[in-house]
């Protein structure tokens, strides 16, 4: 009984979203590989993401029986199997390394991702009025999700706990106001974060054209993805001593099974959380970084970037 539960909710939460509006003979191999980069790249848990590339592959495999379908496309190797390698934790001087090296435009994205621990979706979603630099904090209230045929759509969290206020460390706050002033929409309702021509900022896009060339530029030899990064958030909020439900009210995470353990935290004591953070920060970067031109170091004038 337990297994299919497991076996409707992977069906209810990532198949059906994904596949459900097609036909068996739209679901290719290709589409299978991007269906499941996307739930990994939005922070979905490998295992849950295997488990449900299982319950595709065996409906699938019902569907060959039964003649619907000549051949299975879920043929991504390895993609079923739970044993993945544990995720790397990029180190502070890691986070600024790739914060310097990316476009200036996505300075504030890496950094505000890191330690306010917002996930891609939530900071491409992001408006001007969700950031009160007077009282330190950002309000998170959607996310942007990018569907199998391309288009970009703005949804709600996955989770009610996913709404929630999240104190930024003061000690990245100058870099928020920077960003704010030099590359956000004009207006309460404009976006934070923006492509590098002016539209919608696309995963794909960041990942293989912006993240991947800084990651490299900085001289991070193992491979971290952007989402890595929330790890490093995680770990420094923990090791300030917050409790279970505070940590996970301010990632963003819930449970059925546990719904009373991650209430909200207190603004009070999150900002507290925020606070410690920033001071772990400056104890790590006791030299003061040298005032930084917009693109240095990227090759790219500011006009270059499309703003």
Known sequence: MRGRASDTKACRLYILPAFGNGTLADI?????RRWRHNLLGEGVGEPTVAKSYRVLRAILNTAVDDGLIRRN?????????????????PTIEEVYAVADAVPTRYRAFVLLGTFAS???????????????????????RRAQAELQDGSL?????KSEAG????????????????HLDEYAEPGADGLVFLGPK???????HFSNRIWTPARRRAGIAHYVRFHDLRHTGNNLAASTGASTRELMARMG?????????YQH????????????????ISKTRRKPRKKRRPDSGTGMARGGEGR
């Not at 709404?163 to 920077?178: F, G, N, S, T």
């Not at 995470?253 to 353990?261: D, E, F, P, V």
């Not at 207190?266 to 925020?274: G, K, V, Y």
């Open 28 to 32: 290719k191999e290709a589409s299978i």
């Open 163 to 178: 709404k929630r206020v999240v104190a930024i460390p003061a000690i990245i706050l100058p870099e928020i106001r920077w």
């Open 118 to 140: 917002l996930r891609f979706g939530e900071l491409a979603a992001l408006r001007r009025r969700d950031i009160d630099l007077d009282a330190g904090i950002v309000s998170v």
């Open 265 to 280: 935290a207190t603004h009070q004591r999150d900002r507290l959380i925020a606070d410690a953070v920033s001071e772990a």
């Open 73 to 89: 496309p879920c043929r991504v190797r390895g993609a079923g199997n739970d044993s993945s390698p544990e995720r790397p934790v």
């Open 153 to 157: 759509i703005t949804k709600d969290p």
């Open 253 to 261: 995470h819930s449970s059925s099974r546990a719904a009373l353990i």
């Open 198 to 204: 002016g539209g919608r900022l696309r995963r794909t």
